[in-house]
Antibody, heavy 114, light 107 residues
Framework: VQLVESGGGLVQPGGSLRLSCAAS????????MTWVRQAPGKGLEWVAN????????YYVDSVKGRFTISRDNAQNSLYLQMNSLRAEDTAVYYC????????WGPGTLVTVSS | DIQMTQSPSAMSASVGDRVTITCRAS??????LAWLQQKPGQVPKRLIY???TLQSGVPSRFSGSGSGTEFTLTISSLQPEDFATYYC?????????FGGGTKVEIK
């Protein structure tokens, strides 16, 4: 199982970023996928989940209406579109396989700062 | 939302000690709990899922127990590589929630 995130970087408050997660080593379309974040020096926070076929999506309240999780099963890829970014969204963002977070990528750092 | 309360938040222990970490859920979550380990600068790694099932490749000194609202992670004989922060995660209902973490340090 391999998960590799990309797309992080420095963005100004109010800006947007799109994170990607490339999956390999398992049948991507058979699993729920998860985004989890970790602010510097802080604990883990679940961000969003998406069902195998993309028909169900769930978000933590603090990102509802601003973030959108999606997937492309043909490309074995998971995405997180992040709009209206705030300083408090600064974190390492991890993608993980299934709701119980069985396997994790190395993460991508998102920094929201002017 | 289901709150997950871990205790202790930090502890000091010696190599060979038996270590127990507790996670309490604010409402029943059946067996829908995982335990993860995170070493400094590293990615979290799942140790236990469904409250008591050991993830493949994880040493047998790790064990999990509990159901409903109270869960424990036990390390039967602490090894040098076990010094880390441990998190519980409930995946029973949305929003999924992590415990605050337990940092296990060397005494």
């Amino acid at each position: 199982v391999q998960l590799v995130e990309s797309g992080g970087g420095l963005v100004q408050p109010g800006g947007s970023l799109r994170l990607s997660c490339a999956a390999s080593g398992f049948t991507f379309s058979n699993y729920w996928m998860t985004w989890v974040r970790q602010a510097p020096g802080k604990g883990l926070e679940w961000v969003a989940n998406i069902k195998e076929d993309g028909s169900e999506k769930y978000y933590v309240d603090s990102v509802k209406g601003r973030f959108t999780i999606s997937r492309d099963n043909a490309q074995n890829s998971l995405y997180l579109q992040m709009n209206s970014l705030r300083a408090e969204d600064t974190a390492v963002y991890y993608c993980a396989r299934d709701r119980g977070s069985a396997f994790w990528g190395p993460g991508t750092l998102v920094t929201v700062s002017s | 939302d289901i709150q997950m309360t871990q205790s202790p938040s930090a502890m000091s222990a010696s190599v060979g000690d038996r270590v127990t970490i507790t996670c309490r859920a604010s409402q029943g979550i059946s067996f829908s709990l995982a335990w993860l380990q995170q070493k400094p600068g590293q990615v979290p790694k799942r140790l236990i899922y469904s409250a008591s099932t050991l993830q493949s490749g994880v040493p047998s000194r790790f064990s999990g127990s509990g159901s409903g609202t109270e869960f424990t992670l036990t390390i039967s004989s602490l090894q040098p590589e076990d010094f880390a922060t441990y998190y519980c995660l409930q995946f029973y209902s949305y929003p999924l929630t992590f415990g605050g973490g337990t940092k296990v340090e060397i005494k």
